[in-house]
């Protein structure tokens, strides 16, 4: 079952294409990641897939109806995970949780959803009390608290700390396991790698490439290049089949042996022509 389809998808701000014919399919329960640099189109198209913003054109499809027309029982079925707002600083993390449920047909029970976010021993402490990963914990909390079926999480991890980080993708893979489909804005390849099923990279507003992370832009098959300590200092080479030269640089040890293929980011960053 399909989540998301979008077909030549644009968007113009004053004859500026921000968005230029975006193709999209993300399947029920997949976690999918759009990747791209400052730019490139990435909120206003989820922001259209959010109803939140007109098209100019293309076809449209979220949980069977189209963002621009459908109405609130559709909007409940979506989690959208803002930026931090900085509103209800003075209640309680419960207070907020309970808040936002209500305004939901089917809620989680809110302490519930503070327990999933790891925020229990900070359910009576206020907004304003809370570190900025506790903050966020809290944001994904109110995008879920409604049970939605799809959530859209803008760059969740900024300014994150590494160990909070791991956590919060830790939670974001159980929202995962329990079927829920995410669509996930991020600037950290990383990120993409840990969480996604599938990513797209785009750039200008387009497409430029789509797969797993593992196969992102041919990443699988590119050439390896292998490197080892040698008598006169670090050789390298290139080739298409590491095991096989291995072989045949002989019995004797290679000190230092690595084999290495372009990361999720050497591709990304060739993929938006970035220079390196
Ligand atoms: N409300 C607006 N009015 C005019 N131009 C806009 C507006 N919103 C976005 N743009 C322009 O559209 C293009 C795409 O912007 P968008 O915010 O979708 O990019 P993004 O990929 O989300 O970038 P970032 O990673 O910086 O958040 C940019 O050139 C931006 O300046």
Redesign the pocket.
Known sequence: MTAIQVRGLRKS??G?A??DGVDLDIRQGEVFALL??????????VEILEGHRKRDAGDVDVLGADPATAGRAWRARLGIVLQTANDAAELTVRESVRHYAAYYPNPAGPDDVIEQVGLTAKADARVKSLSGGQRRRLDVALGVVGRPELVFLD?PTTGFDPEARRQFWELIRNLATSGTTILL?T?YLDEAEALADRVAV?AG?RIVAEGTPATLGGRSTAKATVSWLGPGGRETRTTDTPAALIRELGDHELPELTVTRPSLEDTYLSLIGAPR
Do not use: D, F
């Open positions: 701000y004053r500026h921000a968005v791209g640099p400052n730019g490139a189109g990435k909120t206003t198209t760059e804005t600037h785009i507003g």
